[in-house]
T-cell receptor
Framework: AQTVTQSQPEMSVQEAETVTLSCTYDTSESDYYLFWYKQPPSRQMILVIR??????QNATENRFSVNFQKAAKSFSLKISDSQLGDAAMYFCAYRRRTGTASKLTFGTGTRLQVTL | GAGVSQSPRYKVAKRGQDVALRCDPISGHVSLFWYQQALGQGPEFLTYFQNEAQLDKSGLPSDRFFAERPEGSVSTLKIQRTQQEDSAVYLCASTQGVMNTEAFFGQGTRLTVV
């Protein structure tokens, strides 16, 4: 079974600074997707960024980028120029690429606080 | 609809009561998932539908949990004889196809069993 581990329950960053959220995962499969989701108090999961395991290049979406280390099974999220609106719970998630049941396996989350 | 809609947003049930939670996915989305998110935890998979077929129900915690999607659109998650440990946020997500990468989530239903 796949597992996703987020070892940082809470992180804090000052506005305009950079913060990195950590995630490790365990799987025996070679073809999969990794995701970072943001969950604000409204509870709706919002996709921040995704990475295909077969791609060596790290994904980037504006201020958000990942450091994907496949051999180490590590997938960290870097948020640059942090904004107050970035404050939320962040979940790392895994999904296998093959097969029809494409369920997501989530970590336990990291609560990000953004201070002035 | 424009997004995934869930109702009610909040539900308080007395222990032993039956509840029904509704999910209205994005129109035309084939795949529908239910997740359970306990306080302070990440969402955990409950069940998966491809159109009206329930292809995976391995995450349902007990036979008190039942889900259906009879016409391949709206889905209902039913919990019978609710227990305190059922208190959680129940999230629904849909994807356009079978293998699409992006899942769109609703805002969830927060169930509190007293």
């Amino acid at each position: 079974a796949q597992t996703v581990t987020q070892s940082q329950p809470e992180m804090s960053v000052q506005e305009a600074e950079t913060v990195t959220l950590s995630c490790t995962y365990d799987t025996s499969e070679s073809d999969y997707y990794l995701f970072w989701y943001k969950q604000p108090p409204s509870r709706q999961m919002i996709l921040v960024i995704r990475q295909e395991a077969y791609k060596q290049q790290n994904a980037t979406e504006n201020r958000f980028s990942v450091n994907f280390q496949k051999a180490a099974k590590s997938f960290s999220l870097k948020i640059s120029d942090s904004q107050l609106g970035d404050a939320a719970m962040y979940f790392c998630a895994y999904r296998r690429r093959t097969g029809t049941a494409s369920k997501l396996t989530f970590g336990t989350g990291t609560r990000l606080q953004v201070t002035l | 609809g424009a997004g995934v809609s869930q109702s009610p947003r909040y539900k308080v049930a007395k222990r032993g009561q039956d509840v029904a939670l509704r999910c209205d996915p994005i129109s035309g989305h084939v795949s529908l998932f239910w997740y359970q998110q306990a306080l302070g935890q990440g969402p955990e998979f409950l069940t998966y539908f491809q159109n009206e077929a329930q292809l995976d129900k391995s995450g349902l915690p007990s036979d008190r949990f039942f889900a259906e999607r009879p016409e391949g659109s709206v889905s209902t998650l039913k919990i019978q004889r609710t227990q305190q440990e059922d208190s959680a946020v129940y999230l629904c997500a849909s994807t356009q196809g079978v293998m699409n990468t992006e899942a769109f989530f609703g805002q969830g239903t927060r169930l509190t069993v007293v």
